[in-house]
Nanobody, 116 residues
Framework: QVQLVESGGGLVQTGGSLRLSCAASASISSFLTMNWYRQAPGKQREAVATITSGGSTNYRDSVKGRFTISRDNAKNTVYLQMNSLKPEDTAVYYC??????????WGQGTQVTVSS
């Protein structure tokens, strides 16, 4: 089994920054993509950022220019640097590893709260 453990969430004021970490129990280079999702109360889970094994990145429009996804293969860790945070960024953030179109793995989530 593959375990993903997120950390780095917390309470921050509007305009502040946080860096989320996702530590994997397996080599992250073995996955097609590593991803960050988020889910706010009463809303659907939505994709935030993705990074491929080749290093290509993609972001949802609402976080472009503010969030950066990166990886450290030697540490089996994926990061999400979040700058210029807004109240609408408040959600539980989940790490996701995509092995193929069928198989994927999820972390337990970490809470991010942005106050006005």
């Amino acid at each position: 089994q593959v375990q993903l453990v997120e950390s780095g969430g917390g309470l921050v004021q509007t305009g502040g920054s946080l860096r989320l970490s996702c530590a994997a129990s397996a080599s992250i280079s073995s996955f097609l993509t590593m991803n960050w999702y988020r889910q706010a109360p009463g809303k659907q889970r939505e994709a935030v950022a993705t990074i491929t094994s080749g290093g290509s990145t993609n972001y949802r429009d609402s976080v472009k220019g503010r969030f950066t996804i990166s990886r450290d293969n030697a540490k089996n860790t994926v990061y999400l640097q979040m700058n210029s945070l807004k109240p609408e960024d408040t959600a539980v953030y989940y790490c996701n590893a995509r092995q193929d179109i069928v198989n994927h793995y999820w972390g337990q989530g970490t809470q991010v709260t942005v106050s006005s």
